[in-house]
């Protein structure tokens, strides 16, 4: 039972062009969502998190939106770059259960030159 | 400033054979995690541990031990090792509430 999916495995696009990564999940008591970029032979990095009493947050070229009525968070990267050629996770989690995360498979984004 | 470190980077081990990976964090977080990455399946929580002296299972615990004897180190432990431990695993560690998690680089694990 996967309460977080990302349900594309890959996403290729055009360098200067937006990336929209999506994840949806569903156990309602989720309130806590992050996403992570991750590089061949590194651990995860952390890169935008939002808070399910907000809809939006944004920082710098990375915005993830939240709508909560549809289960469903997504993130965009504009304009993309090369170096944003990684895998990304989004994860949920929830304040009863301690904030223990809940993770998607995983998006590949490759950036076209 | 290390942040999450974690060795060994590399092992190969025989099916059977032992071993003890360790993570070690100077950014005195309570909450430390290992996790295993295998293609295709994100991120499985093995084991983790809230604070010092404490640990818990996680959703793939078996074949593991763990140990957080002190709060800046958690060790993970493989007592008989299988081929379907081959995997690549992360240690994280996070402060309390809400807050993101920070790993290391990975240990690389081949079980032959």
């Known amino acids: 039972d996967q309460q977080v999916k990302q349900n594309s495995p890959s996403l290729s696009v055009q360098e200067g062009r937006i990336s929209i990564l999506n994840c949806d999940y569903t156990n309602s008591m989720f309130d806590y969502f992050l996403w992570y970029k991750k590089y061949p032979a590194e651990g995860p990095t952390f890169l935008i998190s939002i808070s399910s009493i907000k809809d939006k947050n944004e920082d710098g070229r990375f915005t993830v939106f939240l709508n909560k009525s549809a289960k469903h968070l997504s993130l965009h990267i504009v304009p993309s770059q090369p170096g944003d050629s990684a895998v990304y996770f989004c994860a949920a989690s929830a304040k009863d259960s301690n904030y223990q995360l809940i993770w998607g498979a995983g998006t590949k984004l490759i950036i076209k030159p | 400033n290390a942040g999450v470190t974690q060795t060994p980077k590399f092992r190969v081990l025989k099916t059977g054979q032992s071993m003890t990976l360790l993570c070690a964090q100077d950014?005195?977080?309570?909450?430390m995690y290992w996790y295993r990455q295998d293609p295709g399946m994100g991120l499985r929580l093995i084991h983790y541990s809230v604070g010092e002296g404490t640990t818990a299972k996680g959703e793939v615990p078996d074949g593991y031990n763990v140990s957080r004897l002190k709060k800046q180190n958690f060790l993970l432990g493989l007592e008989s090792a299988a081929p379907s431990q081959t995997s690549v695993y992360f240690c994280?560690?996070?402060?309390?509430?809400?807050?993101?998690?920070?790993f290391g680089n990975g240990t690389r694990l081949t079980v032959t």
């Open positions: 994280a560690c996070r402060d309390g509430g809400p807050s993101p998690l920070h």
């Open positions: 950014m005195n977080h309570e909450y």
